[in-house]
């Protein structure tokens, strides 16, 4: 099994940054993507950024330039840097990977961090 335990969330006013972190426990696994998905009320749940085990990132078009991915396979800790918060941004953050386990390939999920952002 893998558990993805979300850290980081608060308030921050608009224009002000915030770092989320991701902790991944388990055994016998092996993570082939880690991705940072958000989720307004209302809204539905949209995929914020990713990274490979390769470390190759991708980023959704409205955080580019202002969100950073990063993180290390072997430390089983990744992070989301936000920069320049706009009201926009408010969501329940959510950690999300997929993992090589025994029987395959599988889907893991955090419970969420909540991010306010305040104008």
């Known amino acids: 099994q893998v558990q993805l335990v979300e850290s980081g969330g608060g308030l921050v006013q608009a224009g002000g940054s915030l770092g989320l972190s991701c902790a991944v426990s388990?055994?016998?696994?092996?993570?082939?993507?880690l991705n940072w998905y958000r989720q307004a009320p209302g809204k539905a749940r949209e995929l914020v950024a990713s990274?490979?085990?390769?470390?190759?990132?991708n980023y959704r078009d409205s955080v580019k330039g202002r969100f950073t991915i990063s993180g290390d396979n072997a430390k089983n800790t990744w992070y989301l840097q936000m920069n320049s918060l706009k009201l926009e941004d408010a969501a329940v953050y959510y950690c999300?990977?997929?993992?090589?386990?025994?029987?395959?390939?599988?889907?893991?999920w955090g419970r969420g961090t909540q991010v306010t952002v305040s104008s």
């Open positions: 388990g055994s016998n696994f092996s993570l082939n993507a």
């Open positions: 999300h990977c997929y993992a090589r386990v025994p029987q395959g390939t599988a889907s893991f």
């Open positions: 990274i490979t085990k390769g470390g190759t990132t």
